[in-house]
């Protein structure tokens, strides 16, 4: 492999090992021309390593590649695994940037800590996807809505077999160039209401964005696809009452008086930075927006008297999607008229618009790449 170094600001040293044999310019056309979502792959992968007593080292940009893992590594025992996902946005003038990566970052602190695993420094972390974005930036799809979707991940990579936080692991960011999220081209997406599972409980893992929360979520998730519906939605462990969360968005609801709400974390919600973003929004908006509980119940009743007037989740992928139908056991409800909503069709433009450079950004969250 040709080795150099990338123009970038750099707190950390990168090793750049260019890729042998890329993807020739026809073939990558021809994958990023309709990548949809998660299966088409960049040449480069960001991988530094952590090891007790020494902390973070050998941090390079390099083929992606498989991963030689040992059949006693750590992770494949105890689960000892986070991730997180972000995207480089193409701004109106040509360039590219991230959104809010300080907000990733420290999510990716906070999920390391809950299980126990070493925190990488917000400036090694947002400097691991600067370079791999620099390294790969022509692998960004032209497709309306497209970006370059980056999984920044770490395992626990120790060869032993006993129950303890591991002390070796590895970092690595990966990219993948996406359209939408959702196929078909539904207007709003369909809901089934968890019966059989939740999602998380109290003193949990649900507030950490870690591997073992999705694979809990699968079996409801294919249950509700194999009854005809989009996505499945979870009650609180407790009281099999309060509306919490879908299998990887949060939700938020729209009154008939401009007001919105949305499930408040404590714990057992993940900290979307979409949601984070959104409610800012709204805010800025003069609109009324709480963060309270919201029982199944009241969330029928609210949409059968027309209260209730849109429902949308968010989240990095998606970005927002409008909820147009709602089933349990006992029925089903239709939120408004069972497509998207103005306020959620507003604030979905108004936070596209500033991450691909249309709108103003008041906030700094657009860190631009180049």
């Not at 996406?178 to 369909?190: I, L, N, R």
């Not at 729209?254 to 919600?269: E, K, M, W």
């Not at 408004?336 to 249309?358: E, F």
């Amino acid at each position: 492999m040709a080795t150099d170094t990338l123009d970038v600001p750099a707190t950390t040293e990168f090793v750049v090992e260019r890729h042998p044999a890329p993807v020739d310019s026809a073939k990558r056309a021809e994958l990023i021309s309709n990548p949809g979502f998660g299966r088409v792959f960049t040449d480069h992968m960001a991988i530094i390593r952590y090891t007790e007593g020494q902390g973070w080292h050998d941090a390079k940009v390099t083929a992606r590649a498989p991963i030689p893992l040992d059949p006693a590594a750590a992770v494949l025992h105890y689960a000892q695994e986070i991730f997180e996902g972000m995207k480089a946005y193409r701004l109106e003038d040509g360039g590219m940037a991230l959104f809010r990566p300080d907000m990733n970052a420290k999510r990716f602190r906070d999920s390391a800590r809950r299980l126990a695993m070493p925190e990488i420094p917000q400036d090694l972390f947002i400097d691991s996807v600067r370079k791999l974005v620099a390294i790969d930036r022509d692998w960004f799809p032209s497709v309306e809505g497209g970006s370059l979707y980056l999984r920044p991940f770490m395992f626990a990579s120790e060869v032993f077999l006993g129950v303890k936080p591991s002390s070796e692991y590895l970092y690595i960011v990966i990219a993948s160039a996406v359209g939408g999220y959702f196929k078909g081209g539904a207007p709003a997406v369909s809901l089934w209401v968890s019966q059989d599972y939740t999602r998380a409980a109290p003193g949990g893992t649900g507030d950490a964005k870690c591997g073992g929360n999705y694979a809990a979520s699968l079996a409801a998730q294919a249950q509700a696809i194999s009854m005809g519906f989009d996505q499945v939605v979870f009650l609180d462990a407790a009281e099999r009452r309060w509306v919490e969360e879908l299998g990887g968005m949060n939700l938020f609801f729209v009154f008939d008086d401009g007001s919105l709400l949305t499930p408040p974390l404590g714990g057992t919600i993940l900290p979307g930075i979409t949601r984070d973003s959104l409610l800012t929004l709204a805010r800025e908006e003069g609109l009324s927006v709480r963060e309270e509980r919201y029982g199944i119940d009241q969330w029928e009743a609210d949409a059968k008297s027309g209260r209730l007037v849109e429902t949308f989740a968010c989240g990095t992928a998606a970005v927002v999607t409008p909820v147009g139908k709602v089933t349990n056991p006992s029925g089903s409800f239709t939120i408004g008229s069972g497509g998207p909503g103005q306020l959620t069709q507003r604030l979905k433009q108004r936070l596209v618009d500033i991450q691909r450079g249309v709108a103003a950004d008041p906030h700094d969250w657009v860190m631009r790449l180049g």
